[in-house]
């Protein structure tokens, strides 16, 4: 028997994301500006000149020299029109005293002039421009240089690319970009009762849900989940199929934690000498989540396992291979990967470490609970603006997937609460 570690939630949290911060990602590859959505980026991305490279007009309507408009209503002479992509390289604009060119949104800001006054405020008669409102110097403008320096780092390894990472990669021209491989990750779900997909349960059988939830998990969080079959409570096709799930960079195991006779996943790992860093965390759903590493050193009895390692290579210094054991009831695998195996594997996958995300929402209907666990429980987050709130989703416990089908986040509750009320702003995690 594994002795028992309960750890608070924020304890066994420390615990993951210290161990994260230890682990080196695999290799890099190259790939196609646009298949880096969602991958994490391996180099430096640097400005190739000064963001604007030239004072950008933000407003369509007439660069100025802002003294001229002193006095209101103020009369300049135009001398021409500058539109966006004017190469002023072979017709030099200078705006002097008493002038003023009109000019388009995007387009570079002729010297002489320090402001644009926006269309709205002016009229034009002939070449006159009648403007009514004065300007400060630097108003609708953005300087050469403002936005970054040529050579300054605009994106950083570590970085997760969104629709905005990809723009400023775009914009400095990286057709192709240098990503992290994603780290694989072996699901392995565990239990008697389970039947494949294609299967017709027995009466007293269920589908197994959690290894595709678990997928659906690990590619989101940028991984590449490897199936591997259903393993039966039973120690020696268990020990087997362990062994090849700890061929891929992270181990995510499904029930068979929990103090049942039949729950045999510690019981294996500990033959195979694991090290366990928690058995329990304070946390519903979840309570039997277990984290902890397999040694693959010398005198490690396991042959299967050394072989493993040495045809699959590894980048991680020491041949150690981490694993969940989440606890079987659908809800608490979600949760539990969340949690506590979306740190691990996003170090892997070479991303800058990240907190959970909250946000702070209104409270719709009470909640009452037992206190001396933090829980995350399935709810709904409704409504936009100041009108949004949130409650939870009636549900049967944590093996109900049809009412968190429904919920798109979890109330968390501190375990010193007993009963929040109506209208008081809860913490939520919004649901990936
Ligand atoms: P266990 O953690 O093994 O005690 O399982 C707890 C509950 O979750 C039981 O009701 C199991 O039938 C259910 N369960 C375990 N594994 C899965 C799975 N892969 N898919 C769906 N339900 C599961
Ligand atoms: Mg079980």
Redesign the pocket.
């Known amino acids: 028997m594994v002795p028992g570690m309960v750890l608070s939630f924020e304890d066994a949290r420390k615990v993951v994301e210290n161990h994260a911060a230890g682990i080196a990602p695999r290799g890099s590859e190259t790939v196609d500006l646009l298949d880096a959505v969602g991958r994490m980026l391996a180099e430096k991305i640097h400005a190739d000149r000064d963001f604007p490279p030239f004072p950008r007009a933000t407003r369509d309507g007439y660069a100025v020299r802002s003294s001229d408009l002193a006095t209101l209503p103020a009369t300049l002479n135009t001398i021409g029109e500058i539109k966006a992509g004017e190469k002023l390289v072979k017709t030099p604009v200078a705006v002097g005293p008493g002038q003023t060119v009109g000019i388009m949104t995007g387009a570079p800001v002729p010297t002489g002039a320090d402001a644009v006054v926006m269309i709205e405020y002016t009229s034009r008669r002939g070449e006159r421009i009648e403007i009514a409102r004065g300007v400060v110097a630097g108003e609708n403008i953005v300087a050469r240089g403002a936005e970054a320096r040529e050579g300054g780092v605009l994106l950083n390894r570590g970085l997760r690319f969104n629709d905005a990472a990809i723009a400023l990669a775009a914009s400095v021209g990286k057709a192709r970009v240098e990503v992290f491989q994603k780290p694989r990750v072996a699901i392995l ?3 008697d ?2 039947v494949g997909l294609e299967e017709l349960p027995g009466p007293t059988e ?6 595709y939830s678990l997928a659906a998990q690990v590619k989101a969080a940028g991984g590449e989940p490897v199936l591997l079959s ?1 393993a039966p409570d039973e120690r020696a096709r268990l020990l087997e199929l362990i062994q090849d799930g700890l061929q891929a960079d992270l181990l995510v195991l ?5 103090m ?1 006779r039949y ?1 045999l996943v510690e019981q294996v790992l500990a033959e195979m000498r694991a090290e366990f860093f928690f058995t329990g965390a304070k946390i519903q759903p979840g309570r ?1 989540v277990v984290f902890g590493r397999v040694s693959c050193g010398a005198g490690t009895p396991f042959d299967k396992l050394r072989a493993g390692f040495a045809r699959e290579g590894t980048s991680v210094p020491l041949p150690v291979k981490y694993f969940f054991g989440l ?4 809800v608490s ?1 979600m949760v539990t990967f969340e949690i506590f195996a979306r740190p691990m594997l996003q170090a892997l996958a070479g991303m800058t470490p990240q907190k959970l995300k909250f946000v702070h929402a209104k409270l719709k209907s009470e909640i009452r609970v037992k206190t001396g666990l933090k829980r995350f429980l399935p709810a709904i987050l409704s409504g936009e603006f100041e009108d949004s709130a949130v409650e939870l989703v009636p549900w049967q416990g944590s ?1 109900d997937i049809a009412a968190t089908a429904r919920a798109n986040c979890y109330i968390v509750v501190p375990p010193d609460r007993e009963r929040i009320a109506a209208g008081e702003f809860v913490p939520v995690m919004m649901r990936h």
């Not at 606890?327 to 659908?330: R, S």
């Open positions: 779900s565990t239990g009762e389970l269920i589908r197994n849900s959690n290894t259903i499904t029930g068979g934690v929990s049942g729950d039997p606890p079987g009831n659908p695998t093996g």
